[in-house]
């Protein structure tokens, strides 16, 4: 793997720079001849459950292998990674947000497996969703191109889920691909759902998507040739993001900031008290264990301005260290968790994910008979409306949230849209000139 230039003065990374390779906490081959590997996670117990058995299937494929499992706490996890990589004893596997992919790329601490990836016996690339094996390229300079530095740990869409009893018992039809709805009938529909008072209140909406409702506005956070200028003060991002604060503020059809900080639109949606909500797919099994009533999927409404729908796709990565000692054995255990046949089942039997193998998806995953019954709105989604979010094609997300550290007052209606986006823009972008200034202190 070709090492990055060290930068000095960021203290931050620091740590993530990659030591001589003492690998005191790496372990080799154990008495009884078997490779010994380690595997970092976070997750749910439902997730951990999901991860173990794919563990357990690998060993049993790959009996010269045993596999350690560590678990930390997803707000913990970067902290006690840093802190493995710093110790020379880095797991030979581990999850890697997409937000840090390039960081930890950049700092030499991931291996390169694109040789790996070119001549693998466990998936065909041509039967995994387009947009997933590219998206952990990296060239030094440009998320998504490049040499792959780690394999999806899944694919989540974000679709509106709603409830089906409460579009039944109020006579609303949901849209569809042939007749989506735009804002105006989502508004509309929202409205009629909406019922009651205090306890009983039931809401039409939770918070809506801001980066659905700018993106399908044709709006940006930032423009897309570059990725170096901040532009929420384009009117049409202003548009957007009013519409979505309105959405409480003037037509009451979603639950305020106040309302959502005590009972989460999530768990308000599972007791029956919100009608549509947007989650990702990894909530289906938590959906199917405590909805009490039939729920689907939808697309996220077309923008009037643009008739276009678009939405973020969520992804973790599956990194090997390029620490390990055993490059191929790590690859092999991390293309089995992503893309391994049984593993997959596993995942989508589970609950825990949409399956990544387009095949097995359609098939199998389509028929299931379980909760969404439309799930084609998902395969939809993935192919053509889902994108990367904004901040994660940045080499930092400081500039993203401080936007979102601020922007409750337009929410809560302490300021409108366009003062606060005019407000906030120049302070966002020296966060964002930072972003970029640090980027250049890496090359290939």
Known sequence: MTMFKRMVCFVCLALLLVLPLSAAGQKDSQEDGKIKLTFMGWGTDAEIDTYQTMIDTFEQDYPNVEVEYIVVADNEFDTKLQAMIGAGSAPDVFYCQIDKFMKYTATGNLLNITPYVENNEIFNEDNVWSSIIDLYRYDGEMLGSGDVYALPKDVSVFPIFYNVDLFNAAGIVPPSASDPWDWNDYLDAAKKLTTGTGDEKVYGTGAYSLESAVWSNGAEFVDQETLSQVTIDDPAFIEALQWVADLNLVHHVAPSISESASLSDYDRFKQGKLAMVGAGTWSLGDFWQNCDFTF?????????????????????????????????????????????????????????????????????????????????VLFDILENHARVATQSKTFTQEWFADFNSNVGVVLNGERTAESFCKEFKPGIQQLLDDSIALSKEFSL
């Open 296 to 376: 689907d999927v939808m697309n996220w409404p077309v923008s009037p301005r643009t008739g276009n729908s678009e939405i973020w796709f969520g992804s973790a990565g599956l990194s090997v260290s390029s620490q390990t000692k055993h490059p191929e054995e790590a690859f092999n255990l991390a293309a089995y968790l992503a893309f391994n046949e049984n593993s997959q089942r596993t995942a989508y039997q589970k609950g825990q994910a949409i399956p990544m193998l387009k095949d097995m998806a359609y098939d199998e995953f389509a028929k299931l008979e379980q909760d969404p019954e439309n799930k084609q």
